[in-house]
């Protein structure tokens, strides 16, 4: 399984973010190997709609669970209709 894990850094060591839309990156971690991949977060900087673009960010690079703090509604609808589970952590 692939899952998407919001990160202050771009690696496995880096601190897990608490925020979806402005996280510094996205890192995928396949289940099974541990392999991964950090993608970037275009969207950090957007002026408005960085949930949504993070979210079909995520989407489009196959995340089939979400690992993160808090989730937005526009982000959330994405999920939700792409059938994609959210896993909320405090941090």
Same mark, same amino acid.
């Given at each position: 399984?692939?899952? @998407?894990?919001?990160?202050?850094?771009?690696?496995?060591?880096?601190?897990?973010?608490?925020?979806?839309?402005?996280?510094?990156?996205?890192?995928?971690?396949?289940?099974?190997?541990?392999?991964?991949?950090?993608?970037?977060?275009? @969207?950090?900087?957007?002026?408005?709609?960085?949930?949504?673009?993070?979210?079909?960010?995520?989407?489009?690079?196959?995340?089939?669970?979400?690992?993160?703090?808090?989730?937005?509604?526009? @982000?959330?609808?994405?999920?939700?209709?792409?059938?994609?589970?959210?896993?909320?952590?405090?941090?």
């Amino acid at each position: 399984m692939q899952i @998407a894990v919001t990160s202050d850094g771009i690696d496995l060591e880096a601190a897990a973010s608490p925020i979806f839309g402005r996280c510094a990156a996205y890192v995928f971690v396949d289940t099974d190997t541990m392999a991964y991949q950090a993608v970037q977060n275009p @969207a950090i900087n957007a002026p408005s709609g960085a949930g949504i673009q993070a979210a079909q960010l995520v989407v489009e690079h196959g995340a089939e669970a979400v690992v993160t703090g808090h989730v937005g509604p526009n @982000a959330f609808a994405i999920f939700e209709s792409a059938g994609v589970p959210m896993y909320p952590f405090s941090g």
